[in-house]
Each structure stands twice: as structure tokens, then as C-alpha cells.
């Protein structure tokens, strides 16, 4: 039986998938005899106040409350998520808010690593350049988008440079792009849990050795570097990673992170 929901909301997972209802017969219910249907009996409710009270303390002193920690989602080239309408909201889809065009740039740039690390981009700047000029159309949503968009080919000589250091190039063998993450702090003051997704890891034996995070910035200033150093040294406690590495792109810069050092911590 496939149901068909004629007042469904345009987002709503009935709208999206084509069921093909026009193709399928209608049900016959007409053939069927009626049923009684003996109501159910209320069952006695025999909790007191005091009950739910006692019940409540217990399953609040069992219940531990956890900080969670979600480095990337604080870089400003990351994409904003909201819920789409649906008509059950317990089935709603993230879908994504519109972007300023300062985020564009950030966003393209990522999405080219990631995709020469997983060797669907090949390594040579017309296609670089190609894929941005791609990504950047794919990313407007809206007229007022298209102002002050990023240069594709700036974008693409960035990525490729970047791809090209010594120090990136020494690693890349070994490169995984979008690494996702989550751990118990076990060092924390207080119940804390990380969640995030590393840009790229460089493997050894199939396990950790070098954290990367790439950074679009173009005049990052020493405090900003330094929460960036902090939100990677997260990264290297829960990974066990021996050093990572903050790549800010547009500068052709890397800068070293050693596990242990303490910086500042974006919450």
C-alpha cells in the first residue's frame, strides 16, 4: 500500500520521490464487512507526586551531562545548516541557508582539496580552475549571491599552490581528505565529547600521523592563529596524530602544531 498525501508540503519527502500513485489502482475498501472494535480499558494510574519526583532525581543523577566541542563548525567558511519544513519534523532534512559571498571562496577552496585528494579532480590548474568556476554556480542560490562573487582562477591557483608546498607534497601519498572525528576529552574539567570532521590526515600504517587543516584567512592575526592552533590540538589528543599542521592557503604559509602545547580553545 503506498499512501498518497494530496496537502503535502512541497519539501516533504511525498513531494521529492515520485511514488507513481497515477499508475497504481485505487484500494477497495468496499468488499470488506465492518468490524466491531472493542474499546481498549483505561488502565489505573497508580503514580503519586512523590513517585514521579523520587523517579525523576534518579534518572537525573544517572544522566551525565556532556559538553560537546565542534571545532569546524566555528571557521567562517563553513556552511550554515537549518531544517527544511517537512511534514513530520521528527523526518526533517538539514537543508542549507544562503551564504554570504565572503564564505564562497572558503568553501571553494575546500572542496577542491578534497576532491584532488580523492582523485577526482585531476592535478593541473585548468581543471582546477574549471571545477571553480563549477562550484561557484552550484553554490548560488539567489540573485543577490552573484555580487561580489569570488575569482574562480584566484581560487584555483591557490588550491594548486597550496597543493603544492614541499610540506603538503612530502605528505600527500598518504592524504585522506574529511576525516570525521568524535572522541571523549578525557582531560576536560567537565564531561566533554569532540565532534568534527579534519580536513585531511596523513595515514602511517593506517593510522593518524600528521593533522591538516586547511584555512582560507587572508590576514589571519596572531590570535587568530592561535585558536586555530587550539581547535587542532583537539584534534591531535583524540587522533594521537604526532604533529599537525595549520595550511593557510592564500598566505602559501604552514604552521607547526605540537600535541601538548596549550592555546586558546574556541567553545
Known sequence: MVPELPQAEQRSWARIVDLAHQDLPLLDLSRFDRAPRPAAADLPNGQTQDMFETERAAIAAAAVPLTWLQPSKQD???????????????DAPETELPI???????????KLMEEVL?????????????R?????????VDREDEVGLPEADEIAS???RTLHLPEI?????????????????????????????????????????????????????EEDMRIHAGQLEDYLRTTGA?????????????RWVEPGVRTERNP
Request: proline share 6%.
Open 242 to 254: 604526532r604533529r599537525g599542521a595549520l595550511v593557510y592557503m592564500t598566505l602559501g604559509t604552514v
Open 76 to 90: 567562517p567558511d563553513s556552511v550554515p545548516m537549518t531544517e527544511a519544513i517537512a511534514i513530520d519534523s521528527g
Open 158 to 160: 591557490t588550491a594548486w
Open 100 to 110: 554570504g559571498a565572503g564564505r564562497f571562496r572558503g568553501l571553494v577552496l575546500h
Open 118 to 130: 580523492t582523485a577526482e579532480l585531476d592535478d593541473d590548474l585548468a581543471s582546477f580552475a574549471h
Open 169 to 221: 607534497a612530502a605528505l600527500r601519498p598518504g592524504l585522506v581528505p574529511e576525516w570525521p572525528i568524535y572522541a571523549l576529552l578525557a582531560d576536560a574539567s567537565e564531561p566533554t565529547a569532540l565532534a568534527g570532521r579534519i580536513d585531511a590526515v596523513a595515514l602511517e600504517e593506517g593510522r593518524a600521523a600528521v593533522v591538516l587543516d586547511w584555512k582560507s584567512d587572508i590576514a589571519p592575526t
Open 132 to 140: 571553480a568556476r563549477a562550484l561557484i554556480a552550484e553554490l548560488v
